[in-house]
């Protein structure tokens, strides 16, 4: 019996942690194409802005650093703010639902005494 309960759970975890990880990996590549898709959705407005720096004397390989710079930040920052939003999430949801066991597990066991 405690075999079974034993590997029931486990099969749990395991189901969870593979579900949790494709909708993971699901939401960074949404996220991916969302930005990569912004990115270029405004290249004509952005090549105008680099085309007035590089008149005044930008060279490519500045123009080049500067271009993996902010496509960096922009990536990185957006990955960041969702991980942060994810262990927030993470620690209220466990936090609620392991509270919510422990008074149905104890005021059942109470009510019952009664």
Known sequence: ?????????????????????????????????????????????????YKGIVKIGLSKKELSSGLSKVTSLILWVSFFVALIYLWIGIYFGINASYRKAVFRKVYQDYELAR
């Not at 939401?27 to 105008?48: G, M, P």
């Open 1 to 49: 019996m405690i075999y079974a309960d034993n590997h029931t759970s486990q099969l749990q975890n395991n189901l969870t942690l593979y579900i949790g990880s494709m909708l993971c990996f699901t939401f960074i590549l949404a996220v991916a194409s969302f930005i990569y898709s912004r990115l270029y959705s405004e290249l004509d407005v952005e090549c105008k802005k």
